[in-house]
């Protein structure tokens, strides 16, 4: 037994949490801060796929805050984003640059319109994707991306990620169900140190004997620390204690620690960023597995007293950014050009506290700077007259750099000479200004998002997605009109019973906000407790100000949308300019996706009328058939599946006609009647396939309406199946010795192209247990690889998943299928092949 077994004090720094926990913790630290490093990157992040296998939800990240990506710690398995598209294909997706990302995923480059490149990797542990691995650097000259060695190492490192994921859950831990904790945010080495401190680390007893210096940097006076490790591990900021735990976990297992930063709260606001590393040591005739001992050093990656000195020494203003985004430090000099207390400063966004930052255009300014790793410059009219800001960010946050200019000169005022065009001037001043770009870039945004929307849930939830974080939201709900009466369609933030009252109101209720914003069709904004209590006292104190956005689509109304916010906040006059136009956008795309769900609920219904409803139970055999429609197109289309007991054993088929819409279905229906009767009447395999290609024919339809099928009967009794194909996917056979096998049936010409084709009959035999798949080609195609690739991964699919009931095996091949979007419908039958045992007589 190891020390970090024996005792719960033997674990670092005592309970700190469950071993599983831990262990998660370990492994998602580790591979993260590989995979930046390997690839040289500035920031990486790991995202594990939700329990349903719906969702990649952030569960570890290093360089860089999510919420300078918007806060995207919940992505859609089917999201146009590249660790998205990475966990669907399962293989790697690399972007060089902005140019790249804007090719292949151009609503991703329009939301993170900046120059940066990044690469998404699967998480897999065998055939099970768990998850994606992301990470992310500067726009490099030339649009160089990674090189191959660096994306053999990025697999690499995702590939053991895997293991050690995958080992867990043999464990009887799921990691998937310790991503909904906070995620470590780990910080990565950059600058050298300034201040050194040494300490001597009991791991075993959880004592730490450290120098004046790593008290100091930990924020603590010699006689303030009382020589318990627990004591620094509660100074490290919270976000990063699973990271110093995982510093000391590893020292335990592996006998050092190298490079390990945390960050560290200062007294005032602000983080300071410092690096650890270690090794254990011990006696000589001490077993290396037993040693506890843990000797450092303490790296502090701050400014250093010495430099702020300086800083505040100079004429012109210098502040500082942590990796998410708020002011760490400002100089006396900053204080008094913008007129902000340093107080106000410290531990708040830029954009937050000064007035004339207060623009979605200079906040893009800031985040453009952090993700893309490139300086950059912009004018800003200040309380005085015209500011240059300057901002280098670097891997621990941003340096800004602040001064007085003159002012951009006129267009046409001398030769030459045009204003910047960073510069925007403040309210109030000269004339009135034009669409701000933070407007345009807002409805530009929300717009791009909702074109992906489908349904009325989707949309809901790009509007919630996306305007509470853009303006600061607390919570939402969005109203539908039925039959005119108002039903609640999404809510955020809301306890039930607020929202109740709203529930089944109908139109013309005066009293109420919902309707009256609704029928009115006018925005109703209350800023403050007071004008909220005095407008609608029953609504009591849920928020402390709130925005009624009326939906109207067609001169009609289409719902009311409702935000709340946990403080009262000014609705600016152009704030209240772009929520409404941003209303309009939101009523047209849930009126779209209204019809949407109408026709599709008609088109399921007719899908459902089509497909059996349920498959027979059979003597020497067990089936199970799966049918998915398509993502991009109605919810209907031409594939279907049928089991047909017969006099002479039992017909399997699997059929797909050329279509997404009703009238491929309708044709669907009759060739699978004809099937039926062809069946019914003893006709052979290779007779009813040329008996329902005549029958198509003879239906007189579009000349381009085609069909492929495979056909199957099979004979308990003599252990057979005879197959034939016209122009379908070749059918699979996993038998009881392992082995998986695409069956080489020779096939005919797909149906309805001539009256006179032919299609050869073949026999295949059978064994006792042996699993026969019948499919169409939506599971097995995609348009970046040769449809026979897709039939082989669906054969190592099949061989690695037999060990389970034949419905769980059914879904197991559908999994990345249903998380993925589908241009084309699925159509799967598998069948086993189980004979009654034979009986022996007795003498």
Same mark, same amino acid.
Request: hydrophobic share 45%; proline share 8%.
């Given at each position: 037994m190891t020390s970090t077994d024996a005792t719960p004090e033997a674990q670092p720094f005592g309970a700190a949490g469950a071993e599983a926990t831990a262990e998660c913790d370990?492994?998602? *630290?580790?591979? @993260?801060?590989?995979? *930046?490093?390997?690839?040289?990157?500035?920031?990486?992040?790991?995202?594990?796929?939700?329990?349903?296998?719906?969702? /990649? @939800? /952030?569960?570890?990240?290093a360089g860089m805050p999510p919420s300078l990506l918007g806060g995207w710690r919940r992505i859609p398995v089917s999201s146009a984003i590249p660790v998205a598209e990475a966990y669907r294909v399962g293989r790697m997706v690399h972007l060089p640059d902005g140019e790249a990302t804007m090719r292949r995923f151009p609503q991703l480059a329009v939301a993170v319109p900046y120059p940066f490149g990044s690469a998404s990797v699967p998480i897999a542990s065998g055939p099970d994707i768990l998850g994606a691995l992301a990470v992310v650097w500067a726009a490099r000259p030339g649009g160089q991306g990674l090189s191959k060695a660096q994306r053999r190492h990025l697999r690499t490192t995702a590939a053991r990620l895997g293991t050690s994921l995958a080992r867990l859950r043999a464990h009887g831990t799921d990691p998937a169900r310790e991503i909904g904790k906070a995620p470590p945010e780990v910080a990565v080495p950059s600058a050298p140190a300034v201040r050194v401190g040494l300490f001597d680390w009991d791991v075993a007893r959880g004592t730490l004997e450290a120098d004046a210096t790593t008290c100091a940097v930990f924020g603590l006076t010699p006689q303030e620390y009382d020589g318990r490790a627990l004591t620094l591990a509660a100074r490290v900021h919270p976000a990063d204690r699973a990271a110093f735990r995982a510093?000391?976990?590893?020292?335990?297992?592996?006998?050092? *620690?190298?490079?390990?930063?945390?960050?560290?709260?200062?007294?005032?606001?602000?983080?300071?960023?410092v690096e650890l590393w270690g090794r254990l040591v011990g006696t000589a005739d001490e077993p290396a597995g037993s040693r506890t001992h843990l000797v450092g050093g303490v790296l502090d990656l701050g400014t250093g007293m010495a430099a702020v000195a300086a800083l505040e020494q100079l004429g012109d203003g210098f502040f500082a950014l942590g990796r998410d985004g708020r002011m760490t430090y400002a100089n006396h000099r900053l204080v008094r050009l913008v007129h902000v207390r340093r107080g106000d400063l410290v531990g708040r966004h830029p954009c937050e506290v000064m007035p004339f930052l207060a623009d979605p255009g200079f906040e893009d300014r800031f985040r453009a700077a952090r993700i893309s790793q490139q300086p950059i410059s912009f004018l800003a009219r200040g309380p005085e007259g015209?500011?240059?800001?300057?901002?280098? +960010?670097?891997?621990?946050? %941003?340096?800004? !750099?602040?001064?007085?200019?003159?002012?951009?000169?006129?267009?046409?005022?001398?030769?030459?000479?045009?204003?910047?065009?960073?510069?925007?001037?403040?309210?109030?001043?000269?004339?009135?200004?034009?669409a701000r770009p933070g407007a345009l870039y807002?409805?530009?945004?929300?717009?791009?998002?909702?074109?992906?929307?489908? %349904?009325?849930?989707?949309?809901?939830?790009?509007?919630?997605?996306? /305007?509470?974080?853009?303006?600061? &939201?607390?919570?939402?709900?969005?109203?539908?009109?039925?039959?005119?009466?108002? =039903?609640?369609?999404l809510q955020r933030g809301y306890h039930e019973g607020f929202l109740d009252r709203f529930e089944g109101a109908t139109l013309h209720r005066a009293w109420s906000p919902v309707t009256g914003t609704m029928t009115g069709g006018v925005p109703l904004f209350l800023e403050t407790p007071d004008e909220l209590s005095r407008a609608y006292p029953d609504l009591g104190s849920v928020s402390r100000a709130l925005a009624f956005l009326p939906l109207i689509a067609s001169n009609?109304?289409?719902?009311?949308?409702?935000?709340?916010?946990?403080?009262?906040?000014?609705?600016?006059?152009?704030?209240?300019?772009?929520?409404?136009?941003?209303?309009?956008?939101?009523?047209?795309?849930?009126?779209?996706?209204?019809?949407?769900?109408?026709?599709?609920?008609?088109?399921?219904?007719?899908?459902?009328?089509?497909?059996? =409803?349920?498959?027979?139970?059979?003597?020497?055999?067990?089936?199970?058939?799966?049918?998915?429609?398509?993502?991009? !197109?109605?919810?209907?289309?031409?594939? !279907?599946?049928?089991?047909?007991?017969?006099?002479?054993?039992?017909? /399997?088929?699997?059929?797909?006609?050329? &279509? =997404?819409?009703?009238?491929?279905?309708?044709?669907?229906g009759q060739l699978r009647s004809a099937v039926r009767a062809f069946a019914a009447a003893g006709q052979y395999p290779a007779e009813v396939m040329a008996g329902i290609n005549r029958l198509l024919l003879d239906l007189d339809l579009d000349p381009d309406q085609l069909a492929s099928c495979c056909y199957a009967?099979?004979? +308990?009794?003599?252990?057979?199946?005879?197959?034939?194909?016209? &122009? =379908?996917?070749?059918?699979?056979?996993?038998?009881?010795?392992?082995?998986?096998?695409?069956?080489?049936?020779?096939?005919?010409?797909?149906?309805?192209?001539?009256?006179?084709?032919?299609?050869?009959?073949?026999? %295949?035999?059978?064994?006792? &247990?042996?699993?026969?798949?019948?499919?169409t080609d939506g599971l097995v195609e995609s348009r970046d690889a040769d449809i026979t690739v897709g039939i082989d991964r669906l054969r190592t699919q099949l061989a690695h998943a037999t060990a389970q009931p034949l419905d769980h095996l059914a879904d197991t091949l559908l999994r990345h299928a249903r998380a993925a979007p589908r241009k084309d419908d699925i159509a799967l039958l598998l069948t086993q092949y189980t004979p009654a045992p034979a009986t022996t007589s007795g003498s």
């Amino acid at each position: 037994m190891t020390s970090t077994d024996a005792t719960p004090e033997a674990q670092p720094f005592g309970a700190a949490g469950a071993e599983a926990t831990a262990e998660c913790d370990d492994a998602l *630290v580790d591979g @993260v801060l590989r995979a *930046v490093e390997v690839t040289e990157a500035h920031a990486g992040s790991v995202f594990l796929a939700s329990d349903d296998g719906s969702t /990649l @939800v /952030l569960a570890a990240a290093a360089g860089m805050p999510p919420s300078l990506l918007g806060g995207w710690r919940r992505i859609p398995v089917s999201s146009a984003i590249p660790v998205a598209e990475a966990y669907r294909v399962g293989r790697m997706v690399h972007l060089p640059d902005g140019e790249a990302t804007m090719r292949r995923f151009p609503q991703l480059a329009v939301a993170v319109p900046y120059p940066f490149g990044s690469a998404s990797v699967p998480i897999a542990s065998g055939p099970d994707i768990l998850g994606a691995l992301a990470v992310v650097w500067a726009a490099r000259p030339g649009g160089q991306g990674l090189s191959k060695a660096q994306r053999r190492h990025l697999r690499t490192t995702a590939a053991r990620l895997g293991t050690s994921l995958a080992r867990l859950r043999a464990h009887g831990t799921d990691p998937a169900r310790e991503i909904g904790k906070a995620p470590p945010e780990v910080a990565v080495p950059s600058a050298p140190a300034v201040r050194v401190g040494l300490f001597d680390w009991d791991v075993a007893r959880g004592t730490l004997e450290a120098d004046a210096t790593t008290c100091a940097v930990f924020g603590l006076t010699p006689q303030e620390y009382d020589g318990r490790a627990l004591t620094l591990a509660a100074r490290v900021h919270p976000a990063d204690r699973a990271a110093f735990r995982a510093a000391a976990r590893a020292a335990v297992k592996e006998g050092r *620690v190298l490079a390990r930063c945390v960050r560290v709260p200062e007294t005032g606001g602000g983080l300071r960023t410092v690096e650890l590393w270690g090794r254990l040591v011990g006696t000589a005739d001490e077993p290396a597995g037993s040693r506890t001992h843990l000797v450092g050093g303490v790296l502090d990656l701050g400014t250093g007293m010495a430099a702020v000195a300086a800083l505040e020494q100079l004429g012109d203003g210098f502040f500082a950014l942590g990796r998410d985004g708020r002011m760490t430090y400002a100089n006396h000099r900053l204080v008094r050009l913008v007129h902000v207390r340093r107080g106000d400063l410290v531990g708040r966004h830029p954009c937050e506290v000064m007035p004339f930052l207060a623009d979605p255009g200079f906040e893009d300014r800031f985040r453009a700077a952090r993700i893309s790793q490139q300086p950059i410059s912009f004018l800003a009219r200040g309380p005085e007259g015209w500011l240059a800001f300057c901002l280098r +960010p670097d891997a621990r946050g %941003t340096t800004g !750099w602040v001064t007085p200019v003159p002012g951009p000169t006129p267009a046409g005022a001398e030769p030459g000479a045009e204003a910047p065009d960073a510069a925007v001037p403040a309210p109030g001043h000269g004339r009135p200004a034009a669409a701000r770009p933070g407007a345009l870039y807002r409805v530009l945004e929300l717009s791009s998002a909702l074109t992906e929307a489908v %349904t009325a849930r989707d949309v809901c939830g790009v509007v919630a997605d996306q /305007l509470l974080p853009a303006f600061g &939201g607390h919570r939402m709900a969005i109203y539908g009109v039925r039959e005119r009466r108002l =039903h609640l369609l999404l809510q955020r933030g809301y306890h039930e019973g607020f929202l109740d009252r709203f529930e089944g109101a109908t139109l013309h209720r005066a009293w109420s906000p919902v309707t009256g914003t609704m029928t009115g069709g006018v925005p109703l904004f209350l800023e403050t407790p007071d004008e909220l209590s005095r407008a609608y006292p029953d609504l009591g104190s849920v928020s402390r100000a709130l925005a009624f956005l009326p939906l109207i689509a067609s001169n009609r109304p289409a719902g009311v949308c409702v935000l709340g916010f946990d403080e009262a906040r000014p609705f600016p006059v152009e704030e209240r300019s772009l929520l409404t136009a941003l209303s309009g956008l939101i009523a047209q795309a849930l009126e779209r996706a209204r019809l949407y769900d109408h026709e599709n609920a008609l088109a399921r219904g007719l899908q459902n009328a089509l497909l059996p =409803h349920r498959l027979p139970t059979l003597p020497g055999a067990r089936v199970t058939g799966r049918y998915l429609p398509a993502t991009a !197109w109605m919810d209907i289309g031409g594939d !279907w599946y049928d089991v047909i007991p017969t006099a002479h054993g039992i017909v /399997l088929v699997v059929g797909d006609v050329e &279509g =997404h819409n009703p009238a491929a279905a309708a044709t669907m229906g009759q060739l699978r009647s004809a099937v039926r009767a062809f069946a019914a009447a003893g006709q052979y395999p290779a007779e009813v396939m040329a008996g329902i290609n005549r029958l198509l024919l003879d239906l007189d339809l579009d000349p381009d309406q085609l069909a492929s099928c495979c056909y199957a009967l099979l004979d +308990p009794d003599a252990a057979v199946a005879d197959l034939v194909r016209a &122009g =379908h996917c070749p059918p699979l056979l996993h038998r009881c010795d392992g082995t998986t096998e695409i069956l080489d049936v020779p096939g005919g010409p797909l149906l309805g192209v001539d009256r006179a084709s032919e299609y050869p009959q073949s026999r %295949t035999p059978l064994s006792p &247990g042996c699993i026969l798949a019948l499919y169409t080609d939506g599971l097995v195609e995609s348009r970046d690889a040769d449809i026979t690739v897709g039939i082989d991964r669906l054969r190592t699919q099949l061989a690695h998943a037999t060990a389970q009931p034949l419905d769980h095996l059914a879904d197991t091949l559908l999994r990345h299928a249903r998380a993925a979007p589908r241009k084309d419908d699925i159509a799967l039958l598998l069948t086993q092949y189980t004979p009654a045992p034979a009986t022996t007589s007795g003498s």
